[in-house]
């Protein structure tokens, strides 16, 4: 647990439950109001564009969950001091966790962080449940740094 009480089995209940909730309810209802959406006037026409956008970021949202939950899954339970290119973060920037791979470029699995980056730099030595400011291009920055792990390697 870190200081801020927020463990792995919270992380993993947190997602778990934001995943089942949309998968359960949300993406079924898009489903049911766009099989009943078939009107020929504009205003329908309207609504399912609508209810299509909606459908497709719920569809991204649990695409997301469920890379983090793997992450969560691949991540060691210790915490380390440093972390190399490979290496799997959990950082909440305010709206909730979000899961990130350390890499020189881009992954097309989960977004990337650069070693060299603001905020690669600032995570060096830092442990999980620590806050975190720095300087981004945006300003000043501050995150949570909820969990690091080396992905491959088992969960203990």
Excluded at 41 to 59: C, F, I, P, T, W
Excluded at 64 to 85: I, K, N
């Amino acid at each position: 647990m870190n200081r801020h009480g927020i463990t792995r089995d919270n992380l993993r209940s947190r997602l778990e439950a934001e995943l089942a909730h949309l998968e359960s309810s949300e993406r079924p209802r898009l489903l049911a109001v766009l099989g009943a959406t078939g009107g020929r006037d504009v205003a329908d026409q309207a609504d399912r564009s609508v209810r299509e956008l909606e459908l497709a970021q719920v569809d991204l949202c649990i695409h997301r969950l469920r890379a983090r939950l793997v992450a969560l899954d691949e991540a060691p339970q210790s915490s380390t001091d440093g972390f190399g290119v490979g290496t799997v973060v959990v950082i909440d920037f305010g709206g909730g966790p979000e899961t990130f791979k350390v890499a020189r470029f881009p992954d097309r699995g989960l977004p990337t962080i650069t070693p060299d980056s603001p905020l690669g730099r600032a995570l060096r030595g830092a442990r999980p449940g620590q806050r975190i400011t720095f300087r981004a291009p945006s300003g000043e920055t501050t995150v949570t740094f909820l969990a690091v792990g080396d992905p491959g390697e088992a969960v203990a």
